[in-house]
């Protein structure tokens, strides 16, 4: 299962790098307020996922407002190199253990409900998928404002060699 979610993650880092490298072609993608925070939401998520994940205090951004992303890309390019060595070093064990992620309380608050326990290797899928949910909008997004989307699906990544991410200079 390791070698399957590394893959995915590849393709994930590879898949965002592309929208953010679309995102830099053209200044009124730039300037776009939701694509923005389509990003910057992302990526936000997939750190607090990170977090969660090595045991460190819950920190959540949801206010993009004022925001510039060429002084975000340092930042958001980090969670990768740092996700994929974590994900490296799990073992099968370790995938199916459980893990209670900080917002469940609020989640179950405010749904009025328990929810299930999830394992570890299933919060990864989740922030495989949630990433991949995130980057259609973004390409809807990148069309609105006249810059051409990247195709980002798995299987053409896959038909291309699987390339390593082409994040933009920033």
Not at 92 to 98: E, F, H, P, V
Request: hydrophobic share 45%.
């Amino acid at each position: 299962m390791n070698h399957v979610l590394l893959d995915l993650f590849d393709h994930m880092e590879s898949a965002d790098a592309a929208v953010w490298s679309a995102t830099f072609t053209r200044p009124a993608a730039v300037a776009d307020a939701q694509l923005c925070k389509y990003l910057l939401h992302a990526s936000s998520v997939q750190r607090a996922f990170l977090d969660a994940w090595k045991g460190r205090p819950f920190t959540f951004r949801d206010n993009f407002d004022a925001v510039h992303l060429d002084e975000e890309l340092a930042g958001v390019r980090t969670y990768y190199p740092e996700a994929r060595a974590f994900i490296a070093d799990l073992d099968g064990d370790a995938l199916k253990g459980t893990i209670r992620l900080p917002w469940v309380s609020w989640i179950e608050q405010q749904s009025k409900q328990t929810l299930a326990p999830t394992t570890l290797g299933e919060t990864i899928l989740q922030v495989i998928s949630h990433s991949t949910h995130h980057r259609a909008q973004v390409n809807t997004r990148l069309r609105a404002v006249g810059a051409e989307p990247p195709m980002v699906d798995y299987i053409a990544w896959l038909w291309r060699g699987r390339p390593k991410p082409e994040w933009p200079a920033g």
